[in-house]
């Protein structure tokens, strides 16, 4: 159908008794029409109101496509079976009639506004877009995209209901969110990314898996208490220099600030990840202060002050810091490389308080001696004298007591010379063999044994010499 200037109307429920093919409308100043039932429904251009008054369903691709430069209204439902859906004018508006495609996605675009009714959007893994990027978007239904990504721009945001399942949501308003904690907690998805120039958290936030918020041009600051299972902070300060930014309940804390601070506070335990500020300050402040299994990093050009309020978080990984670094613990103390601490300034172990642990020692040492080659001799010497006076050996380094032998299974690259050299007083039998699990003091054994024999030997060897000598 081609209508240039003119409008089209469809009066009736059309393709009733039997659907239609694919419908096109080429052109029209406007379409209004009733419940229609074709394989798909097509408007390429429009220069008016689009308006769908009765139930669409589709059965084959394209599924529906909408444009026009004029509003569209969706007075019903409309049903793709598996197929795209597109709505694109001035302004979208859905009502109590729900948007449901299956597999298809479904795509709204409308620069002054969009309004998703009671009715909602329903996918079961197609991707959902809503974009208005000169106006509101807001949802009072519930928008579900079944696993595939759930997108949403505009220039403010009413979120209402999302549902992402297996699929991450995206949140971006082009105008800074006066408060993050009016989008709710109905929320739910694989992850939650968060986008404005500047965001503000005056009540209390809460997204059950990885939420990310980036404020574009500006600060993320706030009281309200945000939380998530993990959460990333990026903006020009997080918090600012004299009132931090609060938290709620938050599994692993990471983010960069590239302005004066990055200040958080919570009266929960906060996790450290990554963290960093270029040009400024980190302060937190926490009943306790822990780390995630790889440890945590923070890196600042301004002082990282770090505040337990209630207690030592005991862990067993570093926390990597920069100077200058101030701790407040209760009860008491500054940083520490110590149990329970294990704090490290400059980005690595501080040599001036050392973990004694026979481990950490070998580890220091072995490290050493495979960045830096001009000090390997006495930095092995060391690594003997540990090992020496120790009793504790690795399972791929085993001798005899009393030897001077040490064997190297895997091989003695790396260690000094072998035993046909003898640069620091002391022998290497290659072993090039694997160790299995277990097998280590199997060979240890098997070490002993060959050391006593040859101990026998040489024994033999003197009792022989001394035998000849006392001959006649």
Avoid: W
Wanted: one cysteine or more; a neutral charge.
């Amino acid at each position: 159908m081609t209508a240039g200037t003119g409008s089209i109307t469809l009066t009736g429920a059309v393709g009733s008794g039997t659907p239609l093919g694919a419908i096109t409308i080429n052109s029209a100043a406007g379409v209004t029409a009733n419940a229609i039932t074709a394989a798909s429904l097509t408007q390429s251009a429009g220069t008016g109101s689009t308006t769908l008054n009765g139930a669409i369903n589709t059965s084959a691709a394209p599924g529906v496509s909408l444009t026009t430069t004029g509003a569209i209204a969706v007075n019903n439902s409309i049903t793709t079976s598996g197929n795209n859906l597109s709505l694109s004018g001035s302004t979208v508006t859905t009502g109590a009639g729900a948007l449901t495609t299956g597999a298809g996605s479904v795509t709204l675009t409308g620069p002054g506004g969009i309004t998703v009714g009671t009715g909602g959007i329903t996918t079961s893994g197609g991707a959902v877009s809503v974009t208005s990027t000169g106006g509101t978007v807001s949802n009072s239904g519930t928008i579900s995209s079944g696993g595939g990504a759930l997108s949403i721009t505009g220039s403010t945001l009413t979120p209402g209901t999302l549902t992402g399942g297996t699929g991450a949501i995206s949140l971006t308003a082009t105008t800074p969110i006066a408060n993050l904690g009016v989008y709710g907690a109905g929320m739910t998805g694989a992850s939650l990314n968060v986008s404005s120039p500047t965001i503000t958290d005056t009540s209390a936030f809460s997204f059950g898996g990885p939420l990310t918020l980036n404020a574009t041009a500006g600060t993320i600051t706030g009281g309200g208490g945000i939380s998530a299972s993990t959460l990333t902070l990026t903006g020009t300060s997080i918090g600012s220099s004299g009132t931090p930014l609060t938290l709620g309940t938050v599994g692993t804390l990471s983010g960069t600030a590239t302005g004066p601070a990055f200040n958080v506070m919570s009266s929960n335990n906060i996790n450290v990840g990554a963290i960093t500020a270029t040009a400024g300050s980190v302060t937190i402040n926490a009943p306790t202060i822990s780390l995630p299994g790889g440890g945590g990093n923070i890196t600042a050009s301004g002082t990282v002050t770090l505040t337990e309020t209630g207690g030592i978080a005991t862990t067993t990984n570093h926390l990597l810091t920069t100077n200058p670094d101030i701790c407040t613990r209760a009860p008491g103390g500054t940083c520490s490389t110590t149990a329970p601490f294990f704090e490290f300034v400059n980005a690595s172990p501080d040599t001036s308080m050392p973990d004694t642990s026979i481990i950490s020692v070998l580890s220091r040492i072995l490290s050493d001696l495979l960045n830096e080659e001009n000090r390997r001799s006495a930095l092995l010497a060391e690594l003997l004298t540990e090992l020496l006076t120790s009793g504790l050996l690795p399972e791929d380094i085993f001798k005899s007591p009393g030897s001077q032998v040490f064997r190297i299974v895997g091989g003695v690259e790396g260690f000094g010379e072998r035993e046909s050299g003898e640069s620091v007083g002391v022998k290497f039998h290659d072993s090039d063999q694997s160790v299995a699990p277990g097998q280590g003091k199997e060979l240890k054994k098997q070490g002993g044994q060959k050391e006593d024999e040859s101990k026998k030997n040489k024994k033999t060897q003197k009792n022989n010499k001394e035998k000849q000598r006392e001959k006649p």
